[in-house]
């Protein structure tokens, strides 16, 4: 079993930034490739960005891209999101997901965090 735990989430006004953490524990955390996900009220949960093991490779959701940066330290066993130019449809929670390859689907994820709301106000 692999642990995730989330946090840095919290209420941010439009234009500003936060810095969320996910940190994992009980695996090898050099196995797995790095996700973030957010789900927002009433909608499906969609894919932000992924990191893979090494660090090396990235991907991001066009919603996203150029405003948010993914991050790991693997010998803190912790991944990172930077967002930067936040934007009230930013709200959210965020959670963060291991998958032993790349992926971009929630459905190729193997283990998952409870999540931290990100909320953006106007």
């Known amino acids: 079993q692999l642990q995730l735990v989330e946090s840095g989430g919290g209420l941010v006004q439009a234009g500003g930034s936060l810095r969320l953490s996910c940190v994992a524990s009980?695996?090898?955390?050099?196995?797995?490739?790095m996700a973030w996900f957010r789900q927002a009220p009433g909608k499906e949960r969609e894919f932000v960005a992924v990191?893979?093991?090494?660090?090396?490779?990235?991907y991001y959701a066009d919603s996203v891209k150029g405003r948010f940066t993914i991050s790991r330290d693997n010998v803190k066993n912790t991944a990172y999101l930077q967002m930067n130019s936040l934007k009230p449809e930013d709200t959210a929670v965020y959670y963060c997901?291991?998958?032993?390859?790349?992926?971009?689907?929630?459905?190729?994820?193997?283990?998952w965090g409870k999540g931290t709301q990100v909320t953006v106000s106007s």
């Open positions: 997901a291991t998958s032993s390859r790349v992926e971009t689907k929630s459905y190729g994820m193997e283990y």
């Open positions: 009980g695996r090898t955390f050099t196995s797995y490739a």
């Open positions: 990191i893979n093991w090494s660090g090396g490779n990235t």
